[in-house]
């Protein structure tokens, strides 16, 4: 018995709904008399739940144990919606609650697998020794051909040091590591490439720096993550600078792969040119930089930037050479005004700061058909309802909205074509082919205002992100 409803709750400026990220079941014990399998349902959706599922998995003459699958909005959510169960009738006794998130977290999501039989001796003598010696001496030899005989042609170190962890803050590596697993099962999901999550015990930038250069020969490339700016920006430069595998930060350049994908496809329903649009951005940290930055490359040549202390403007502090570069490349007419007066006649507003830090009016006066992609997780930078209203395109970071910008539709496929091609340097070229590609995965008969950023599901998407960059690196060569 399958139920299927959508719940909205006002929380300050912001509609929130249920997610299957909150989902939980609920056993329930209930005398037969008490129709159980149709009051407990009512009183869960009166409480706000979003019911998926009812299952018996006892049943008697006088009583029956029922399942009951739902999505919440968080976990107090949750426990209202098992008291009121549990005052719907006396006759009904909530046994358990199962968080369904934590259950699949259980033991972690990973596992390692081998690729080659074990069954015999001579199995046994082939994989291990006496004959991996000849692999050895081999590699000794001309140490290229680790990529052909080891994994490290096919893997990539997931690197964090908690400090940036989602919108969560520092958190330090061992909470980290449920992210840096879960990117690990999307790169093996969406591109078949092999990751390891890498958590690291300092936030020192020497050191983390170090570790990475001395863990380096067993991967054929390295995803940084979570790593709070402006450290993230020194830490990947000077990795670069001296790895000969790629390195990526994907905090920065896989949003930015991404958000450009979504524009182009949005300017084009709106029919405008990039190099003729005025945006604005909010949140001046790694995401922000980047993006900027490959929109720049792309054509762009008008933006106004803020941070949490207000606009970028030529008399701003340059702490760092990316917040110098944010400096030099934006605000050109060195205005110092608020976010409100910056938003007026603005065609493109792109938000990755905090929540509800622009208004509806904000939207209204924006250009017409402007496009606004607040991605700022879990609460956007405006309730996407209330920027519906003025702007004729909206995007968010949200898999409950339309036009989700995701991260996951840029980097499986980046590092697939990465590793193909034996890349040890990746170009700005080959994040704008990989924009593009993401974006001409969306057909003209598809494009529309709800529809301007393919699915992460979309098996077309992994292999062009993968042969766009193989393309420019094979070209390189």
């Known amino acids: 018995m399958i139920f299927r409803t959508v719940k909205y709750e006002k929380r300050g400026d912001f509609v929130s709904t249920t997610s299957p990220g909150y989902g939980i079941t609920i056993r329930v014990e209930a005398a037969t008399h008490s129709s159980p399998t149709s009051l407990i349902p009512a009183a869960m959706v009166r409480a706000g739940a979003t019911l998926t599922a009812l299952d018996v998995v006892e049943s008697h ?18 426990d209202e919606i098992s008291a009121a169960i549990s005052a719907a009738s006396s006759d009904f ?64 170190a997931v690197v964090s040091d908690g400090s940036a962890i989602l919108g969560l803050g520092n958190l330090g590596p061992e909470a980290a590591m449920p992210v840096m697993e879960g990117k690990a099962v999307l790169f093996k999901r969406f ?109 762009l040549t008008h ?22 570069w944010l400096i030099a490349n934006t605000n050109h007419d060195n205005k110092v005004h608020s976010i409100s007066q910056a938003m007026k006649g603005a065609d493109v507003f792109i938000g990755v700061s905090a929540p509800n830090v622009i208004t509806e ?38 898999s409950d909205y339309p036009n989700q910008i995701n991260n996951v539709l840029a980097f499986p496929g980046l590092f697939r074509g990465l590793l193909d091609a034996g890349v040890s340097k990746i170009t700005d ?5 990989a924009a593009r590609a993401i974006a001409q995965c969306v057909s003209s008969q598809q494009l529309n205002e709800s529809f301007i950023i393919p699915s992460v599901f979309d098996p077309a998407v992994s292999p062009a992100v993968s042969d766009a960059v193989f393309a420019i690196a094979t070209k390189r060569k």
């Open 93 to 156: 006794l909530v046994k358990k609650v199962s968080d369904r998130t934590f259950l699949m977290h259980l033991g972690g999501k990973l596992e390692v697998a081998s690729r080659v039989p074990l069954k015999n001796r001579d199995d046994l003598s082939r994989a291990y020794t006496p004959g991996v010696a000849r692999i050895c001496l081999a590699i000794a030899a001309d140490k290229s051909d680790a990529r052909r005989l080891t994994i490290k042609r096919n893997t990539v």
């Open 361 to 398: 009016a904000d939207v209204a006066s924006m250009a017409k058909d402007s496009i606004v992609f607040a991605m700022s997780n879990p609460d956007p930078e405006i309730d996407p309802a209330l920027a519906h209203k003025h702007a004729r395109i909206v995007a968010t970071g949200r």
């Open 303 to 324: 933006a106004t930037v803020f941070d949490s202390k207000g606009i970028v403007h030529k008399d701003s502090p340059a702490q760092n050479p990316m917040r110098a």
């Open 191 to 299: 591109a078949n490439v092999d990751a390891w999550p890498i958590c690291l015990d300092t936030q020192d930038t020497e050191e983390i720096i170090r570790t990475v250069q001395l863990i380096a020969p067993g991967f054929g490339g390295i995803n940084l993550e979570d790593i709070s700016a402006p450290r993230c920006f020194e830490i990947e430069e000077r990795l670069k600078a001296t790895l000969d595998i790629p390195v990526f930060h994907d905090d920065q350049h896989g949003t930015a792969i991404v958000v450009l994908a979504a524009l182009l496809n949005a300017l084009r329903i709106v029919d405008k040119d990039i190099a003729q649009i005025r945006v604005v951005l909010i949140g001046a940290g790694a995401a922000g930089t980047a993006i900027l930055k490959l929109l720049f490359l792309s054509g």
């Open 61 to 78: 003459h006088d009583r029956v144990v029922v399942d009951i699958t739902c999505d919440t909005r968080d976990a107090n959510h949750a």
């Open 429 to 433: 070229e080959m994040l704008a082919a």
